[in-house]
C-alpha cells in the first residue's frame, strides 16, 4: 500500500515537473522571440543580434559578442572578413552605422578552427529627416510597401511585395499575428517560397467566416540584406483585403443573355457570402478597364449592378463584361471575364 502511495506520488512530481518546463519554455520563446518585447526587433534565428541605431542620437552601441562558455579555457581570436577583430572570449564592439555590421567568427589560436559566430545586423530608425528611408522594397502607394488580397473568407491570404534590390542575396521572415495575440502564438501561419521572393501565403488556423473580427491582423516582414535589416508591417481585417477571382464559367446563352457561375474559390454559402456582378456591354473591341472607350459611346457607358448570375443585352457584336465583388464590404472588384456577343 505505501509503495503505490510513493509510486503515485511521484507520478504527481514528475507530472508538475513536466507543467514548470513547458512554462519556462512558453516564457523563453516570449521573451526572446516576441518581436513586441521591450520594443526592439528580435529575430527567431540563432547567432543573430540585431541592433537598432538612431541616427539622431550621437550615442554609439556598444555590443558584447560572446564565443561560449565551452570555449573560456582556449586560447581564441575574432574575425570579421578574415580581418583579425580581437582576442578572448568575448569581444567588445561599437556599432555606429552598417559597415560596423557583419558575420564575427571565433576561432581557435591554435588550429585556427571556427568555433563559433555571431552575425550583427543594424535596423536603423530615424534621420534627420525622420523616420529611417526604406531602401529595399518599392513603394506601391503613398503609405505602403506591401499588397495583401484574399479571394474568399475562408482564413487564407497573400501579401505580395516588389524589391528595389537585388533579391537574390536577400532573407526573409514573414509573420502574422491578430491584434490581441502576438506573432508565436501559431495562430496565423505565413510561408515563403523560396523560388518566388516576393510574395508570403498565409492562414489563419482558427479563422471563423460567421464571426465578426474584432482585431485586425497584422502582417510584418523582415528583410535582410548584407548587413542591413528593414522591418514593414501592414495591418487589416481581412474582410476588407477581400478580392474574388473573377466569375467564371461565362457563356452566351444566346443571342441576348449571357449567363456565369460564382467563381469556385468562393466560400459555399453563397446566401451567406453574396456577391455583388458588375455587367456592362462595350463594343468596338475595347478592353472592359477601358473607361475612355465606354465614354465615347453612349450605348457602352451603362453598367448593371445585380446578384443575378445573367444579363441581358441587344448589343450586337459587343464583349459583356462581368466582375464581382463582395456585396456587404466595401472591398475591391474582382478582375474581369468577358464574352464576345
Known amino acids: 500500500m505505501k509503495s503505490s502511495l510513493c509510486f503515485a506520488s511521484l507520478l504527481q512530481v514528475m507530472k508538475m515537473m513536466m507543467m514548470m518546463m513547458k512554462l519556462w519554455n512558453l516564457l523563453f520563446l516570449f521573451c526572446f522571440l516576441n518581436p513586441e518585447a521591450e520594443g526592439h526587433i528580435s529575430l527567431p534565428m540563432n547567432h543573430t543580434v540585431v541592433v537598432e541605431l538612431d541616427s539622431m542620437s550621437s550615442k554609439v552601441t556598444n555590443v558584447s559578442l560572446h564565443c561560449g562558455e565551452a570555449f573560456k579555457d582556449l586560447e581564441v581570436y575574432w574575425e570579421k572578413k578574415n580581418l583579425r577583430r580581437g582576442t578572448g572570449v568575448q569581444l567588445n564592439i561599437k556599432v555606429e552605422d552598417f559597415l560596423h555590421g557583419g558575420n564575427y567568427t571565433c576561432h581557435r589560436k591554435d588550429n585556427k578552427e571556427v568555433l563559433n559566430y555571431t552575425m550583427v545586423l543594424v535596423h536603423k530608425t530615424r534621420?534627420?529627416?525622420?523616420?529611417?528611408?526604406?531602401?529595399?522594397?518599392?513603394?506601391?502607394?503613398?503609405?505602403?510597401?506591401?499588397?495583401?488580397?484574399?479571394?474568399?473568407?475562408?482564413?487564407?491570404?497573400?501579401?505580395?511585395?516588389?524589391?528595389?534590390?537585388?533579391?537574390?542575396?536577400?532573407?526573409?521572415l514573414?509573420?502574422?499575428?491578430?491584434?490581441?495575440?502576438?506573432?508565436?502564438?501559431?495562430?496565423?501561419?505565413?510561408?515563403?517560397?523560396?523560388?518566388?521572393?516576393?510574395?508570403?501565403?498565409?492562414?489563419?488556423?482558427?479563422?471563423?467566416?460567421?464571426?465578426?473580427?474584432?482585431?485586425?491582423v497584422t502582417f510584418?516582414?523582415?528583410?535582410?540584406?548584407?548587413?542591413?535589416?528593414?522591418?514593414?508591417?501592414?495591418?487589416?481585417?481581412?474582410?476588407d483585403i477581400v478580392k474574388p477571382d473573377k466569375p467564371q464559367d461565362?457563356?452566351?446563352?444566346?443571342?441576348?443573355?449571357?449567363?456565369?457561375?460564382?467563381?469556385?474559390?468562393?466560400?459555399?454559402?453563397?446566401?451567406?457570402?453574396?456577391?455583388?456582378f458588375e455587367a456592362k456591354a462595350i463594343k468596338g473591341g475595347k478592353n472592359c478597364d477601358d473607361e475612355n472607350g465606354q465614354k465615347r459611346r453612349?450605348?457602352?457607358?451603362?453598367?448593371?449592378?445585380?446578384?443575378?448570375?445573367?444579363?441581358?443585352?441587344?448589343?450586337?457584336?459587343?464583349?459583356?463584361?462581368?466582375?464581382?465583388?463582395d456585396r456587404f464590404h466595401n472591398s475591391s472588384w474582382s478582375e474581369w471575364s468577358s464574352v464576345n456577343m
Open 127 to 172: 534621420d534627420s529627416q525622420g523616420d529611417y528611408p526604406k531602401t529595399i522594397l518599392q513603394k506601391l502607394s503613398e503609405k505602403s510597401y506591401i499588397k495583401c488580397e484574399s479571394n474568399s473568407h475562408c482564413g487564407k491570404f497573400e501579401c505580395s511585395w516588389n524589391f528595389d534590390v537585388n533579391s537574390r542575396g536577400v532573407e526573409l
Open 174 to 216: 514573414a509573420s502574422a499575428h491578430r491584434s490581441s495575440g502576438s506573432s508565436m502564438d501559431g495562430s496565423i501561419q505565413c510561408t515563403i517560397s523560396t523560388k518566388e521572393k516576393n510574395k508570403a501565403i498565409c492562414e489563419e488556423v482558427r479563422f471563423c467566416p460567421y464571426r465578426e473580427e474584432s482585431d485586425q
Open 220 to 239: 510584418v516582414l523582415h528583410i535582410i540584406h548584407g548587413t542591413q535589416l528593414e522591418e514593414y508591417v501592414e495591418k487589416f481585417f481581412l474582410s
Open 250 to 276: 461565362i457563356e452566351k446563352k444566346n443571342a441576348s443573355t449571357v449567363v456565369w457561375k460564382y467563381p469556385s474559390t468562393w466560400n459555399h454559402s453563397s446566401t451567406f457570402f453574396p456577391l455583388y
Open 298 to 325: 453612349k450605348e457602352s457607358s451603362t453598367s448593371v449592378f445585380t446578384e443575378d448570375l445573367h444579363f441581358s443585352s441587344r448589343c450586337s457584336k459587343c464583349t459583356v463584361c462581368i466582375r464581382a465583388k
